[in-house]
């Protein structure tokens, strides 16, 4: 069955530390897609970055980046120097198997990051 | 550019009342359109889905039901609520894809309270 586990339910750090969120998926697809959402204290979930299973270079973007590995089955989360800003819960998704092409996602549970100033 | 809109941003109503939640989409067309629940400090749960006008799937068997009246709109609606329903309720878009899952895009949120 396809899977999402994020095993870290809440972290806190102090400003400027860089912190890794875990996510660990479970699929028997050789094609899927994995996703990295924001969600704010605002309540509207932010997007923020798509890999497909092809592709395991490492992305960075500003202060994230992303580490995918397929042979440990993680694509893990890094914010570099953390700032206030960055407190949000943050999920994981995968893409469900899907012939009917409706887009479905298996999200995990999410990781609540605070930052404190 | 596509944008995502929902509405009412907060409500409070009674056990029993009725609901009706809408969602619209600009700046695209035939998107994938989704609902779903957020309990207070939970994950997220895929409500419904639709891939067209008049399409809807159901995730979760309960006294919600939805409609896509339109190519673009997405109403969320209950005859009855219940205090279970009572949760933060998101609206998506994606763009439908062959062989491929794109990114889904996401409301405000509203926010329901069910005294």
């Known amino acids: 069955a396809q899977k999402v586990t994020q095993a870290q339910t809440e972290i806190s750090v102090v400003e400027k530390e860089d912190v890794t969120l875990d996510c660990v998926y479970e699929?028997?697809?050789?094609?899927?897609?994995l996703f990295w959402y924001k969600q704010p204290p605002s309540g509207e979930l932010v997007f923020l970055i798509r890999r497909n299973s092809f592709d395991e270079q490492n992305e960075i973007s500003g202060r994230y980046s992303w580490n995918f590995q397929k042979s440990t089955s993680s694509f893990n989360f890094t914010i570099t120097a953390s700032q206030v800003v960055d407190s949000a819960v943050y999920f994981c998704?995968?893409?469900?198997?899907?012939?009917?092409?409706?887009?479905?996602?298996?999200f995990g549970q999410g990781t609540t990051l605070q930052v404190k100033p | 550019s596509q944008t995502i809109h929902q509405w009412p941003a907060t409500l409070v109503q009674p056990v029993g009342s009725p609901l009706s939640l809408e969602c619209t989409v600009e700046g695209t067309s035939n998107p994938n359109l989704y609902w779903y629940r957020q309990a207070a400090g939970r994950g997220l749960q895929l409500l419904f889905y639709?891939?067209?006008?008049?399409?809807i799937s159901s995730e979760v068997p309960q006294n919600l039901s939805a409609s896509r009246p339109q190519d673009r709109q997405f109403i969320l609606s209950s005859k009855k609520l219940l205090l279970s329903d009572s949760g933060f309720y998101l609206c998506?878009?994606?763009?439908?894809?062959?062989?491929?899952?794109?990114?889904?895009?996401f409301g405000p949120g509203t926010r329901l309270t069910v005294t």
């Open positions: 699929t028997r697809d050789t094609t899927y897609y």
């Open positions: 639709s891939v067209g006008i008049g399409q």
């Open positions: 998506a878009w994606s763009v439908p894809g062959t062989g491929r899952t794109y990114e889904q895009y």
């Open positions: 998704a995968l893409s469900e198997r899907d012939s009917s092409n409706t887009g479905k996602l298996i």
